[in-house]
């Protein structure tokens, strides 16, 4: 009788990732995500206010408002916090796939959740209490000890979270239609939450603020949670990694976000462009509508990146230069992530350059700081690739997660 061997299970876990195993659509959507939260957080911190807008804007500064809160704030990080959740399932799959055991995924996954939220209390407290690398870091933990290696049954209640947001966003839209049909009481300035640790006059007065506001904010941002989520249940069907396969997903996804995502964020930047008068019992709700219909405009980017990557992905024609640029950033998101946060702290402070009060716009000063600092990343993280690097912040992550050894096993 001939016995069949079983294969050898290695019980450590593999290295990190080299670059031939990555996905050119989620690489691709975290390099143009970045663009989006340099918007988002570069006019929160010129204006100190989430979401970051002039008050009483003018000209082309009410179009350029408006344009923020339909396509930017509160679309960003849904975005960013999918992708997070899509990288979850793919470490877990190469780990599985190197003949990793379940012991050994689960505890590199939890030393790169307990990295990341390190990398983000130090971020968050030196440089930007925006940070999401600390929520992500505990969202990472959850996923490690509750959700892995559960089956297809427990990551279905991802879609009925995301279908009682839905709903959710339909009753606030009811809300505000009738607060808007109704109109009664003062009417209302723009709602913004204040962000005191980017106006203080001293870095050890900002670095001190920022010791209650990062906690808080980690705490708020775990809402997007469920979208976190809604990733590792596209990831597991390889949604982003095979975007042909799953084309009449990724179109209805795009048409249903981005309908979801500008009609709930309509109220919301009609009235920050002063284009549109709420009253003061309206006007919460409004914002509260433009944030929660923001994660389907975030799905709704996921879904755009998915159909551009089928696209290429079609034809044989060369990538161009410019999406090679982009990929290299996506593969290096975490160092561009966090040079967005050393920019805005010497251009936006008041003890530094404080450009946004030497100017006549500061709408116009923070959108277009934005996209330089986002431009500058673009261009070394090609460089960076050009020349076999990867990012500095991705390389002290994998330490941390794999060790030295492993952690150099994939190159410089």
């Not at 796939?97 to 590199?108: D, F, K, L, Y």
């Not at 003061?280 to 990557?309: D, M, N, Q, R």
């Not at 089928?310 to 230069?321: E, K, M, N, Q």
């Not at 006549?360 to 000063?365: D, E, I, K, P, R």
């Amino acid at each position: 009788m001939v016995t069949e061997s079983r294969p050898f299970v290695a019980s450590t876990a593999r290295g990190p990732t080299n670059q031939k195993e990555r996905a050119l659509a989620p690489d691709l959507a975290r390099g143009a995500m970045l663009l989006l939260i340099a918007l988002a957080n570069g006019t929160g911190v010129f204006f100190a206010s989430t979401p970051g807008v002039e008050p009483t804007p003018r000209g082309l500064e009410r179009l350029v408002t408006i344009a923020q809160l339909e396509l930017v704030n509160a679309r960003a990080i849904p975005l960013f916090a999918f992708l997070f959740g899509y990288s979850l399932v793919q470490f877990t799959r190469r780990q599985e796939a190197a003949g990793s055991s379940p012991a050994a995924v689960r505890a590199v996954l939890l030393r790169r959740s307990c990295a990341l939220l390190a990398f983000g209390a130090v971020h968050g407290i030196l440089l930007y209490a925006g940070d999401i690398l600390g929520t992500y870091g505990l969202i990472g933990l959850i996923f490690g000890l509750v959700l892995l290696h559960r089956g297809d049954r427990v990551h279905r209640a991802a879609l009925w979270l995301l279908g009682l947001l839905g709903v959710y966003v339909v009753a606030l839209s009811v809300v505000v239609a009738v607060g808007l049909i109704e109109g009664a009481g003062p009417r209302a300035a723009v709602p913004t939450t204040p962000f005191p640790s980017v106006a203080a006059d001293s870095y050890v007065a900002s670095v001190h603020l920022r010791w209650t506001e990062w906690p808080t904010n980690v705490m708020l941002l775990l809402a997007y949670f469920p979208i976190v989520w809604v990733g590792v249940w596209a990831a597991r069907r390889r949604v982003l990694e095979e975007p042909a396969r799953h084309h009449r997903l990724l179109h209805h996804g795009a048409v249903v976000g981005w309908s979801a995502g500008i009609l709930g964020g309509l109220p919301m930047a009609l009235l920050a462009g002063g284009l549109l008068a709420v009253d003061t019992s309206t006007a919460p709700w409004a914002k509260l509508l433009h944030e929660v219909s923001g994660i389907f405009g975030g799905l709704g980017y996921v879904c755009l990146f998915g159909l551009v990557v089928a696209r290429l992905t079609s034809t044989s024609r060369r990538r161009s230069r410019f999406l090679t640029a982009l990929t290299a950033l996506g593969q290096r998101s975490l160092t561009g992530y966090l040079c967005q946060s050393v920019a805005w702290l010497v251009l936006a402070s008041p003890y530094t350059l404080a450009l946004g009060t030497r100017t006549g716009s500061t709408t116009f000063v923070a959108v277009g700081s934005a996209i330089a600092v986002w431009l500058v990343t673009l261009v070394g993280a090609d460089l960076m690739r050009r020349r076999g690097y990867r990012g500095p912040a991705e390389l002290v992550l994998r330490r941390l997660a794999y060790g030295r050894s492993r952690a150099r096993a994939d190159g410089r």
